[in-house]
C-alpha cells in the first residue's frame, strides 16, 4: 500500500475540460496541482482494452517521467442499444481526418447508429457515463475508483454546458442534459447542477474518501 506523502501530485491529461473538472475537485484538499499540459509531457497511447487499462497507462506514464504520484481519468458513454459502445473509444468517435475532435460529429454518429438499431423509444435509449479514477507510482503500484451516472440519450442536443456527449445525455430523474446543467451552481445535489451528478464527481468522492487523502491528516 502507497499513501500520498507530499501534496504535489500531477494530473494526467491533456483534455482541458477534464483537467477544469479535477482540478476543481482536488482544489479544497491543498494538493499542488501540475498538469500533463503544464509539464509538457506526451501523450501516451492508449491501447488499452478497458477504461482502468487506459486510465493505468496515463497515470503510470507521468508517473514515470515526473517522479511523483500522477492521477489520471479514463471515462467514456456506453449506449446500451449499441453493446457498449462507444465506450473506451468514446473520444475516437469524435477524431476528424485533421487529427481534431467534433463532438458534435460524435453524437451525430451515436444517433445514427441508435437509429439503425431501432432505438427510438426511449426506453431503448439508455446508457451511462463511466469514470475511472487511477492514482499511480513511478514504481507501478496504483488505486482505482469508479463512478457511474445512468441516464438516456436524447435527440437533438439539449445545452452548451459541459464537454464531449454532455448535450445528448439526460441523467436518470432528471429534465436536463448535462450540456443544460451549470457546474458551479448550488446546493450541488439539485436539479441544474452537473457537479453532483458527474461520473467524475462521484469516483473522486470514492477517492477522496480512501486513505490516500485521508493520510494527509
Request: proline residues 5%.
Amino acid at each position: 500500500m502507497h499513501l500520498l506523502h507530499s501534496k504535489k501530485i500531477v494530473i494526467a491529461t491533456h483534455n482541458i475540460g477534464k483537467l477544469r473538472e479535477i482540478n476543481d475537485l482536488i482544489a479544497p484538499y491543498g494538493f499542488e496541482n501540475q498538469s500533463a499540459i503544464e509539464l509538457g509531457l506526451p501523450v501516451p497511447k492508449e491501447i488499452g482494452k478497458s477504461f482502468e487499462e487506459n486510465a493505468y497507462i496515463k497515470a503510470l506514464s507521468a508517473a514515470e517521467i515526473t517522479g511523483g504520484p500522477a492521477l489520471s481519468d479514463d471515462s467514456g458513454l456506453e449506449v446500451d442499444a449499441l453493446a457498449g459502445a462507444p465506450g473506451i473509444h468514446t473520444a475516437a468517435w469524435a477524431e476528424q481526418p485533421d487529427g481534431t475532435r467534433n463532438f458534435l460529429a460524435a453524437m451525430k454518429k451515436v444517433e445514427s447508429r441508435l437509429q439503425k438499431a431501432g432505438a427510438k423509444d426511449e426506453t431503448r435509449r439508455t446508457g451511462r457515463f463511466i469514470c475511472i479514477l487511477c492514482i499511480a507510482w513511478p514504481d507501478g503500484y496504483a488505486e482505482y475508483f469508479k463512478g457511474t451516472v445512468e441516464g438516456r440519450l436524447v435527440w437533438p442536443p439539449r445545452g452548451l454546458h459541459g464537454f464531449g456527449f454532455d448535450s445528448m445525455f439526460q441523467p436518470v430523474g432528471y429534465k436536463r442534459t448535462f450540456g443544460e446543467m451549470h457546474s458551479d451552481e448550488e446546493p450541488i445535489w439539485k436539479d441544474g447542477n452537473k457537479k453532483g451528478l458527474s461520473h467524475r464527481v462521484r469516483a473522486f468522492e470514492h477517492f477522496a474518501k480512501s486513505r490516500l487523502i485521508l493520510a494527509q491528516g
